[in-house]
């Protein structure tokens, strides 16, 4: 058999082994790497997840911990990822509550009602009374929702979503340039133990 034939047919193997080399490790590279806002010296972290999702939520206590032990170097940041309509009121929920401060108070009181008592809190009104049910001002709640700022903070998730080509979450993006899921990496206990590993190598990069 001629060399070049040889060669020929071990190519494709060849470049199997070489995506397994870079996409088997529980994270996959983002193409082309997405801009950071984090300052100089820190490593971006953001956790893309869904109020609705029991995923996130089950995986809520895991990242409280991550984070209570992260490197000082981490820039952390959570996006309220809008992949469709129903997500996207969500999205508008969470950027209301951090414009006003409230995303202490906001936050996990609102997983705790929609996965611990089932309460169906999906859309505007449901969300905009269940605010107040947690001593928000009504008028304030409500402007800060339909305000430009939650729009534009909202576009910016989507598009930040769609650079990290998510299609699910919860999902950990590191550094603009690889994203992890408890699906990618086989577990969440595993997930965040590649998040560290990744913080440490881009750490490690960093003039």
Wanted: hydrophobic share 40%; proline share 7%.
């Amino acid at each position: 058999m001629p060399w070049n034939y040889k060669i020929l047919l071990l190519l494709p193997l060849l470049i199997l082994q070489t995506a397994h080399a870079e996409w088997g490790e529980g994270w996959d590279p983002i193409e082309p790497p997405v801009a950071t806002t984090a300052p100089d010296g820190k490593v971006e972290v953001i956790e893309f997840f869904w109020y609705g999702c029991p995923h996130c939520y089950q995986m809520e206590p895991q990242l409280e911990a991550w984070l209570e032990k992260k490197p000082e170097n981490v820039s952390f940041i959570r996006v309220p990822a809008p992949l469709n309509n129903k997500w996207t009121v969500h999205a508008q929920f969470y950027y209301a509550a951090e414009i006003l401060g409230l995303t202490e108070e906001l936050h996990n009181p609102l997983f705790e009602a929609l996965h611990d008592r089932k309460r169906k809190l999906y859309d505007k009104d449901s969300l905009i009374d269940f605010a107040v049910e947690q001593g928000v001002d009504r008028q304030k709640f409500l402007d800060a929702l339909n305000s430009f700022g939650v729009y534009v903070k909202v576009q910016n998730a989507r598009k930040l979503g769609q650079r990290y080509q998510l299609d699910g979450v919860p999902a950990i993006g590191i550094n603009g340039k690889y994203k992890t899921s408890g699906t990618l990496a086989g577990s969440y206990s595993r997930m965040f133990e590649i998040v560290s590993q990744l913080v440490a190598k881009e750490s490690n990069a960093a003039p």
